[in-house]
């Protein structure tokens, strides 16, 4: 089989007839197949013929296909860019914040996977350690760190999903029927309609985490205010 690239990221299927099947082209070859036909398309069958092989073959590699989905996720989340650890923390969360969404824009299908399946590999457990790591760095309690941790998380996932969805409605024509709307009367509907339409999906992710980067700064300032001493946290 040639090789393919994918129109949406680094995934590749490399595979001749001469080359056999093993768990990292078969797992690479399901991150292809989502990234071009969606989550619920996938099927053992399917990826089969995709790989040139029965379905029967994969089972040679991966147990099931709830155990390739947790491998798809994996290889996702070890795609994702560590950042450098001599930044600030600020800077790191920024770079980490960033790197998530690129792999959320790279990979929309594998998106929904997120939450919804175990990570099986440290080094899938990775840039969430880092994010939690750089937030005890700060100067965050574990409590606090963690609450930081899901609402950044949170926040990064849900903007690639409405970010992929908006980029969808624009592709297929849809918008707000206008004609039924009396415009005098919902000024700033307008407003954000118009506002919408000229997005700059960087602009507003970064925004974003402005809010949450100065949130961390004032629940550290507030620690400061009340001198809640802060335990070193030793980097990992």
């Given amino acids: 089989m040639a090789a393919r690239p994918s129109s949406k990221g680094p995934v590749t299927i490399e595979m001749t007839d ?12 399901a991150v292809a197949f989502v ?3 969606g989550l619920e398309a996938l099927s053992m069958r399917k990826l089969g013929a995709e790989l ?4 029967m073959s994969l089972y040679n ?13 994996d290889f996702v989340l070890r795609e994702i860019e560590l950042p450098d650890r001599s930044l600030s923390w600020d800077s790191q969360l920024r770079v980490l914040a960033h790197a998530f969404r690129r792999a959320g824009l790279r990979h929309p299908g594998v998106l929904p996977l997120f939450g919804q399946r175990a990570i099986r590999s440290v080094e899938g457990f990775a840039p969430l350690e880092r994010a939690y790591d750089i937030l005890r760095s700060a100067g965050l309690d574990p409590d606090d760190a963690l609450d930081a941790f899901i609402t950044a998380s949170s926040y990064v996932l849900g903007f690639v999903q409405t970010e992929l969805g908006g980029l969808r409605d624009v592709a297929e024509g849809r918008s707000i029927d206008f004609s039924m709307i009396d415009l005098g009367e919902h000024p700033r509907l ?4 118009v506002a919408f339409a000229n997005r700059d999906g960087a602009r507003e992710f970064e925004f974003g985490l402005d809010l949450i980067i100065q ?3 004032l629940r550290i300032a507030g620690y400061e205010r009340h001198g809640i001493a802060q335990e070193p946290s030793s980097t990992t």
């Fill in 190 to 193: 307008v407003e954000m309609g």
């Fill in 35 to 37: 990234d071009d036909y």
């Fill in 52 to 55: 040139g092989v029965e379905a």
């Fill in 18 to 29: 001469r080359e056999p099947l093993n768990h990292e082209r078969v797992v690479i070859a």
């Fill in 215 to 217: 949130g961390v700064e």
């Fill in 61 to 73: 590699h991966v147990a099931n296909k709830d155990t390739l989905l947790d491998d798809v996720l």
